[in-house]
């Protein structure tokens, strides 16, 4: 269907026809993150999943009634043009009419708007967002709501979209986050804080004004700013009548709620159950890609091939793989992976957590973990690399170890021999003069500290060392929104928390302050709290699925969405998930046929968090302890394990490895058990002998 051009008009009545929006997609935040990746390339453009994170923007507006996208670009202006010009996005049967704004004179948020102000480009109501923004949110209804409300409140200028996370939720960021105080009955937004981690804040001071003909108000620490806003015409100007706004949040939607002159209104809308994310840091490009991976943004999935001539396939442990992909055949690949189109992976390679572009070619005895892999990236044989970013055209020679943290900017190539400290920043350009990158006062020792390179035989590469480029700005926080950063490598003063995300007004005691001398065990003690609450968590919701009689899929995926949010792992789920399944069997009355029923419906639930060889062993683990200890299931120990097997959960070489173990040895009880699987490994024995008498028969 080709693009609406129709612009906005008024109908006779003098009201404004609810015609489609326009959009403005900012390319630039002046927020400098991902560098030195970003000084080379434009972060819109930038891999999440192997899809520029500026089309999952555009696939957002899309679904809406959006009749032209104002691409709002400051730096590398030819690159994001020559991006699409030879996109779909720019051809006549495009779903959206995109345009280019070139700015780059702009150095503000508030500069670009000012600049669309002074071009006259906005004439109607307009989504304002980022080219950093993945989500599957239908904004119908805020749409809805907000032109609705503009007809009850005239005021009213803009609605922002927020999504609720709990303190401890993966989408929120480390460095910084936001204090929203809400009408809870219109959910206006009658006031608006930014509040950093470090150091902490511990009061928050507001005019007793906004308490006037209101009983209640909600002071919101819970929700996460993606920079998605429905905004009215009169936006722009209102940038354009107040130069000093500059950002968005801090100055425009602080300076709107505590005017008295103004007189607008900003109004807030909560999203619950859809995905909204913002790719603001690095820590939170990580984050996203793993949730992705996770499908908790579906259907924006890698299966569904957002970009032409992608043919990605979902496999079992989340792991989404190219047609056009060479594995060798002693290659492991584990849970939360992808691997793009061309790709070759060599033999005893190991990769998990990570995410492969197209045209790889990664050696042998590789090790990824937690690895975003970009284009056209070479890794020879016998490589480590753990929690990094490595861009395209990257060549890491052989024997080179990458730690958690690094980042390796286009064309950068390292080794042979060589290990990569933890936090490391590589790029082929020296660090730049006036950045967070900026050098020291002294300039002979900034001059001696540019120079610091990784010398080979390759084109030279330099360390980028982080700074911070404002005396207001805690190089800590900068920190924390970095890749894999370790809260131990950051140094506590007093009053300072280790939480991001902890509210405004807790006691500087809390369970997670680890600043004390007995923060360490502190902090133990805070993880296994954790732990338990998790846990406690996974039964409640197991208890329920069963009880209601869910379907798997939904047990599986509420499941999921719990553990990601609880940042809790796939050990603990299955520790709190076979002992409840088995404990739904009704051990007194007719057993074997309540073992059938209840396993041959739920073990399936167990094989969705069971996704590698040590895996099924620890479900043989869990099956085996659990069984021993309680003896009304010491006699169902064998059947269960021949459903798990039947359902795929449990292979046979994991029931082997099981057997064979130390671990199967632990108690006398066990060990009768596993006597009583010996019948089992008979069995498997003949089937194989078997096998192997047909395969000879064939031959003959």
Known sequence: MPPKQKKPNNNESGEEAEEALQAVILTDFFEEHFLPISHEMPRCLM???????????????????????????????????????????????????????????????????????????ITNDFILTSGELVSNLKLDKAIEEHRARKKTDKNSIMTMILKEASRTHTARAKDANSIFVLDPTSYQCVYYEPVVSL??????????????????????????????????????????ENFDW??????????????????????????????????????????????????????????TNLRAGDDYEFSRGNIYKSMNVVLSRSSIL??????????????????????????????????????????????????????????????????????????????????????????????????????????????????????????????TVYYWKLRSDDDDVDIRNVKLGSLAFDMADIKLEDGDITDSASEIGESSDDEDDIGSIDGAYALDSSIAKKTEEFKREIASTIERSINENHTVYTAALEVTGLRMSSNGSYTDVREVMVPIIMDHIDANNNTMQSMKSVLNKWAPLVGKMTHTPDDQVHVLQILQTYCASQENLGKL????????????????????????????????????????????????????????????????
């Open 47 to 121: 891999p999440l999943c192997n899809i520029p994170l500026i089309e999952y923007t555009l696939e957002l507006l899309s679904t809406v009634d959006v009749f032209e996208v104002f691409i709002v670009c400051t730096t590398h202006i030819d690159a994001i043009k020559n991006y699409f010009e030879k996109s779909n996005w720019m051809k006549p049967n495009s779903r959206l009419a995109v345009k280019i704004v070139a700015t780059p004179e702009c150095m503000s948020v508030g500069d670009c708007l000012r600049e669309l102000d002074a071009r006259q480009l």
């Open 199 to 240: 150091p902490r804040k511990d009061r928050l001071e507001i005019s007793p004004e906004i308490f006037e003909n209101r009983t209640q108000l909600e002071f919101r620490n819970d929700l996460v700013d993606p920079f998605l806003d429905i905004c009215s015409v009169e936006v722009p100007a209102l940038f354009t």
């Open 246 to 303: 500059q950002r968005l949040r801090s100055d425009f939607v602080h300076g709107i709620v505590t005017s008295d002159i103004l007189g607008k209104t900003i109004y807030t809308r909560l999203a619950t159950e859809s995905y909204v994310g913002r790719v603001q840091n690095e820590q939170l490009y990580a984050t996203i890609t793993s949730h992705v991976l996770n499908r908790w943004s579906f259907p924006i999935v890698p299966e």
């Open 334 to 459: 584990e849970e939360n992976l992808q691997i793009g189109a061309g790709t070759r992976i060599g033999e005893n390679t190991h990769i998990k957590n990570s995410v492969i572009g197209r045209n790889c070619h990664i050696g042998d005895n590789v090790v990824l973990e937690g690895a975003y892999v970009w284009d056209d990236v070479v890794i020879e044989n016998n490589c480590t690399i753990n929690d990094s970013i490595i861009a395209n055209n990257v060549h890491i020679l052989n024997n080179t170890t990458i730690e958690k943290g690094s980042i390796l900017s286009v064309g950068v190539t390292l080794g042979p021999d060589l290990s990569i400290a933890k936090y490391s920043r590589l790029s082929l350009h020296p660090q730049p003069k006036n950045s967070m990158f900026e050098e020291s006062e002294d300039e002979n020792d900034a001059e001696e500290e540019r120079q610091e390179v990784v010398v080979g035989n390759h084109t």
């Open 637 to 700: 120990f064998l059947g269960a394990l021949q459903i798990f097997y039947n359902a795929d959960v449990v292979e046979e070489d994991a029931i082997r490895h099981w057997y064979n173990s130390d671990s199967a040895n632990s108690s006398p009880a066990e060990t009768k058990l596993k006597e009583k699987a010996t019948k089992f490994i008979e069995w498997l024995d003949e089937a194989e002998e078997e096998s192997e008498e047909e395969d000879d028969s064939d031959e003959e």
